[in-house]
């Protein structure tokens, strides 16, 4: 009923933020900057020092926790972003131990798939074209998945009647057989715990190969949970390779998702991780596809995360000769017609050319959505000669996690023309009316300097520059952002040789990033809308793999988004009743302590609001009141025969100022009212909990 209740209230308050809108999930192209709102600075009225800091913490982290505001006014909102601008100075130890549960966060992607292999890689060893792993612990492992994989061959060969070749066990034999594996699994536990902490994963992979299937499969509750948690974390890995499907290599894609839950949640280096998420999703790669579910982990690592804050150009190239970026564009499959591994030889005459050819899905996309933009003048004639001169740069064995190399006999070779300049075999660059002139050069691995030459007048247009300042003023700024910041952030990429550095500070010194026009203004992404119910309401995440089926649910899976143009981040994406239905019931499953096993304490938030109001109190214009100290003991205790019948109100003030940063509309307000009196009477601590998730769930809280 209760659920039934809240869900009517996310319609009620949320309709204004909703409009006409598409559905959530759909992905558009990016609009052209062109559609940049006409400046209106000059009427721009500022915000306060305290908002300014709020803005500050609402746009370059993923929500401010209890203090951070406070914090960010002590030592000025310039001191903290250039900090943040400068992540290695700033510890991180407590994420740091966290993501030590994932060791595949740190591997090359050979060394993960090795750790949990792909079908294919099983397949190969039991066809005897791939050793076994000469590490004792690691074949013990991949004894396991062989097993697998060879009873479900047995499995689905048939006889000459058509029939499974191997006799399918009726229910009642499968319900026994389940019964004797639990208790397999029951006995086995109890000998592993008598052994001390070191020995217990020997001791497993001593076991016979069923036994190890059916313990890992089978253990479950409390000895689950305290074995692993006693596990180091590469024996985890062992463990759960075991427990694994055959083609267990979606354990790295388990590890990645949840690392990223962990990252935005809890890293104190926020403005690193929100520049992370932008770049990752404008530089889109699908997880899913192909061998990209053991590229995408170093592609985040060693491409985005290390380039983030860097030069444009570094970060452009980088993209351009990751595995991941290849593989999901399809560049590594790319062939020059005339190339030698397309069968044409120069030295020749009668070689015949294959027929094999260019893929131009990258050299499309790398102008339409990572550079210059759909309006950026080129034509289809230069995506061919773009997608040409990218010929060659391809992938070593791809499905075995082999580095990006440039492969000469795959280049198309000799100049091109293409978008108003000519590239020479070497990296030459001339232009259409003053052509390079050198002779034609012979196809090595020099050649791979045309398609660095490509990247770099790319990176330098200032069609790009605007570009790319569009799409950072619409993601801190506004969904349609003003083109005078726009055109002003253009201009220091154009004269910093594109550093991102210079071009955020451009962005957060401006009149309109400082105004009260763009402030609380951006509707948040689901991603955004969890990180910031954990953070704001300092709460510890327990369960991060239940918080990426969450944002599954929400529409926005980690590193799912199939389309090159990443996930929308315009509210017209994301602001539906649907969706807001099932963002305020999260906020009703987390708050009510129904969220897989988290725990959360609504009478500590309210605690951790009180004192924020009251550090604040001795700049703000009106001293938080000590009524409220009253509140948080009338609201978090059973309730008395004096209770102060204000407090649920005083209590909502709290929370609205501590998870909103302000005061929610009379709208919210009377709709909140309405909900808590159309209830069945509570105690207090229930009427705290609904309370916290109200707010929420309300529109306020989507915004920031």
Not at 383 to 400: E, H
């Amino acid at each position: 009923m209760r659920k039934i209740l809240v869900a009517s209230l996310a319609l009620a308050v949320a309709l204004p933020l909703c409009g006409q809108t598409a559905p959530h999930r759909t992905a558009k192209k990016p609009k052209a900057p062109a559609s940049a709102k006409p400046s209106v600075e000059g009427k721009l009225v500022p915000l306060t020092p305290r908002q300014r800091a709020q803005q500050m913490l609402n746009r370059f982290t993923f929500g401010p926790r209890p203090g951070d505001v406070e914090a960010v006014l002590a030592q000025t909102p310039e001191a903290w972003f250039e900090q943040q601008l400068n992540p290695d100075s700033i510890a991180d130890a407590a994420l740091d131990k966290r993501l030590a549960d994932y060791p595949t966060l740190n591997l090359s992607p050979d060394r993960a798939l090795a750790i949990f292999p792909s079908r294919g890689v099983v397949q190969q060893i039991v066809d005897g074209k791939r050793p076994m792993p000469a590490d004792l612990q690691l074949a013990a492992m991949y004894e396991v998945q062989i097993y697998k994989l060879t009873k479900e061959a047995g499995q689905k060969k048939l006889d000459a009647n058509g029939q499974p070749s191997v006799a399918q066990p009726a229910d009642a034999e499968l319900a026994e057989q389940k019964k004797a594996d639990q208790a397999t699994a029951a006995r086995v536990a109890g000998d592993l715990f008598a052994l001390p902490k070191n020995q217990r994963m020997a001791a497993l992979l001593q076991l016979p190969v069923a036994d190890r299937i059916t313990f890992t499969s089978y253990v479950a509750g409390d000895q689950r949970n305290t074995l692993l948690s006693q596990f180091t974390p590469r024996e985890r890995e062992l463990f759960n390779g075991m427990a694994a499907n055959v083609g267990s290599s979606y354990q790295i894609i388990s590890e990645l998702s949840q690392a990223k839950l962990l990252r935005v949640i809890l890293s104190e280096r926020q403005l690193q991780e929100v520049m992370t998420d932008f770049w990752f999703n404008h530089f889109n790669v699908f997880i899913g596809k192909d061998s990209d579910q053991w590229y995408t982990t170093s592609y985040e690592r060693d491409v985005i995360r290390k380039h983030a804050l860097g030069k444009f150009r570094d970060l452009l190239i980088a993209t351009a000769t990751s595995p991941a970026m290849m593989v999901y564009l399809d560049n590594w499959q790319s062939i020059g017609p005339d190339s030698l591994a397309n069968g044409v030889n120069p030295h020749n005459p009668r070689s015949k050319r294959g027929n094999r050819g260019l893929n131009e899905n990258y050299g499309r996309e790398v102008m339409e959505l990572h550079t210059v933009g759909v309006n950026g003048g080129y034509t289809q004639a230069d995506v061919t000669a773009l997608s040409a001169i990218l010929t060659g740069w391809t992938v070593d064995q791809p499905n075995f996690g082999g580095a990006f190399v440039f492969d000469p006999r795959r280049h198309e070779p000799g100049t091109k023309i293409w978008f108003g300049y000519t590239l020479g075999e070497n990296g030459e660059i001339g232009s259409t009316q003053h052509p390079v002139a050198s002779p034609p050069a012979p196809v090595t691995s020099e050649s791979m300097k045309q398609g660095i030459a490509a990247l770099t007048l790319l990176a330098a247009s200032p069609k790009t520059a605007n570009f790319i300042s569009y799409k950072l003023a619409q993601r801190f700024v506004a969904d349609d952002p003003p083109a005078a910041l726009v055109d002003r952030m253009a201009s220091v990429y154009l004269s910093t040789d594109g550093d991102i550095k210079a071009v955020l500070h451009t962005l957060v010194q401006s009149p309109a990033f400082n105004s009260t026009r763009y402030f609380r203004n951006k509707v948040k992404t689901p991603t955004e809308f969890l990180a910031s119910a954990f953070r704001t309401t300092a709460t510890d995440p327990v369960n991060p793999g239940a918080l990426v089926n969450t944002l599954k649910t929400m529409g926005m899976p980690p590193y799912y988004a199939l389309p090159p143009t990443g996930y929308s981040i315009t509210a017209d994406q994301w602001m539906n009743s649907g969706a807001l239905v099932d963002r305020l019931n999260f906020a009703y499953s987390l708050t009510g302590g129904k969220f897989a096993n988290q725990k959360f304490d609504a009478a500590r938030v309210l605690a951790l609001g009180l004192m924020s109001q009251t550090a604040s109190s001795t700049v703000a214009a009106n001293p938080v009141k000590p009524r409220y100290s009253e509140a948080i003991l009338t609201t978090s205790a059973e309730p008395r025969a004096n209770a102060n019948p204000a407090g649920p109100d005083i209590a909502l003030g709290v929370l609205e100022s501590a998870l909103v940063g302000s005061d929610i509309s009379a709208q919210t307000n009377e709709l909140i009212h309405k909900q808590m009196t159309d209830l069945p009477a509570a105690n207090s601590t229930d009427t705290l909990n609904l309370l916290t998730a109200l707010v929420m769930g309300s529109p306020e809280f989507q915004l920031h």
